[in-house]
């Protein structure tokens, strides 16, 4: 069972790919509605994989990911951003903290799901 993180301040985004996810067996997914949440929940829970959202109140994705990548305990866990921020800057920020895919909202459900696969699976490996 892989455990998935999402890490997103919009408890509607959250909900909804959660749901969308249950659906496929040997999904487990945790939802951290803040930044701090998300952090503190990925150090404890330890999961195979967390979807990060940027644009988030009081800790942006950009401190969490950095965050995420300095504590060992967490650094070898892959991101994937899952944000509305379609910018080339952004785009060049996270992948200098480090992440395995970079999704834009709107997004189609089976695009992230055939993305999750991909990282998990390579991740196995």
């Not at 404890?44 to 009081?58: C, S, T, Y």
């Not at 990548?69 to 920020?93: C, G």
């Amino acid at each position: 069972m892989s455990k998935i993180l999402i890490i997103d301040d919009e408890k509607d985004i959250g909900g909804f790919v959660k749901k969308f996810l249950e659906l496929t067996p040997g999904f487990r997914v945790l939802v951290a509605t803040s930044g701090h949440e998300g952090l503190n929940l990925a150090a404890r829970e330890r999961p195979d994989l967390i979807l990060l959202d940027i644009i988030m109140p009081r800790m942006d994705g950009f401190a969490v990911l950095k965050a995420l990548k300095e504590n060992l305990n967490t650094t070898a866990i892959p991101v994937i951003m899952l944000t509305a921020l379609d910018t080339d800057e952004a785009k060049e920020k996270t992948l200098s903290l480090y992440h395995e895919d970079y999704i834009v909202k709107p997004f189609k459900a089976e695009e992230l799901k055939a993305k999750i696969e991909d990282v998990l699976s390579r991740r196995a490996q």
